[in-house]
């Protein structure tokens, strides 16, 4: 069955960072697109970040440009989201997601994790 889990959300202070982890089981996505997106209450689901099977290629959204930074350990089966210079409107649950798909210049988020949250208070 494959989970993916993620770890390190928390509160911080506006201008504070976090390091958040997702760690897949299951099956191996080394050859798979991950990402993450963000869910605030009374809004969609917002895509934040990107990174293909290389781990080089990243894309990100606008709102976190240059804030957020996408990366990941294929030996450890683990995506991860740097967030520095946070603000209030960061606040949301944080999802991990990854790509059925291998090799593929996107993300598809066929799998998700549960979801971890993130306070940022002013």
């Known amino acids: 069955q494959v989970q993916l889990v993620e770890s390190g959300g928390g509160q911080v202070q506006a201008g504070g960072s976090l390091r958040l982890s997702c760690a897949a089981s299951?099956?191996?996505?080394?050859?798979?697109?991950m990402g993450w997106f963000r869910q605030a209450p009374g809004k969609e689901r917002e895509f934040l970040a990107a990174?293909?099977?290389?781990?080089?290629?990243?894309y990100y959204a606008d709102s976190v440009k240059g804030r957020f930074t996408i990366s990941r350990d294929n030996a450890k089966n683990t995506v991860y989201l740097q967030m520095n210079s946070l603000k209030p409107e960061d606040t949301a649950i944080y999802y991990c997601?990854?790509?059925?798909?291998?090799?593929?210049?996107?993300?598809?988020?066929?799998?998700w994790g549960q979801g971890t949250q993130v306070t940022v208070s002013s």
């Open positions: 997601a990854a790509d059925d798909r291998e090799y593929s210049d996107d993300l598809m988020a066929n799998y």
């Open positions: 299951g099956r191996t996505f080394s050859r798979n697109a």
């Open positions: 990174v293909l099977w290389t781990g080089v290629k990243t």
